[in-house]
């Protein structure tokens, strides 16, 4: 069973940046997509960012502000936020695509949750 523990969350002023970070335990897969989600109160869950095979894609509120980057060596996912806005207060989920080496069968993930708020 494939764990993802996060961190990085917080408060910080807008303006401001973190930098979450998303691991994932075992070796027995590959990773094929790595992606940052959040969802802010009386809202859906929408996608942020996704690194897939390197290439990544980016919700248009967020380009040019936060960056994804992987590590599947590490089975590693960071997203760095900068220029907070009070906007992006949400709690962030990281959610991986995993293929198992033995049976070659996807599997999805997702990471518990961190809090991010920005104050105006």
């Known amino acids: 069973q494939v764990q993802l523990v996060e961190s990085g969350g917080g408060l910080v002023q807008a303006g401001g940046s973190l930098r979450l970070s998303c691991a994932a335990s075992?070796?027995?897969?590959?990773?094929?997509?790595m992606a940052w989600y959040r969802q802010a109160p009386g809202k859906q869950r929408e996608l942020v960012a996704q690194?897939?095979?390197?290439?990544?894609n980016y919700a248009d509120s967020v380009k040019g502000r936060f960056t994804i980057s992987g590590d599947n060596a590490k089975n590693t996912v960071l997203m760095q936020m900068n220029s907070l806005k009070p906007e992006d207060t949400a709690v962030y989920y990281c959610?991986?695509?995993?293929?198992?080496?033995?049976?070659?069968?996807?599997?999805?993930?997702w990471g518990q949750g961190t809090q991010v708020t920005v104050s105006s």
């Open positions: 075992g070796s027995d897969f590959s990773i094929n997509t």
């Open positions: 959610y991986f695509v995993t293929r198992r080496w033995l049976t070659q069968t996807y599997r999805t993930y």
């Open positions: 690194i897939t095979g390197g290439i990544t």
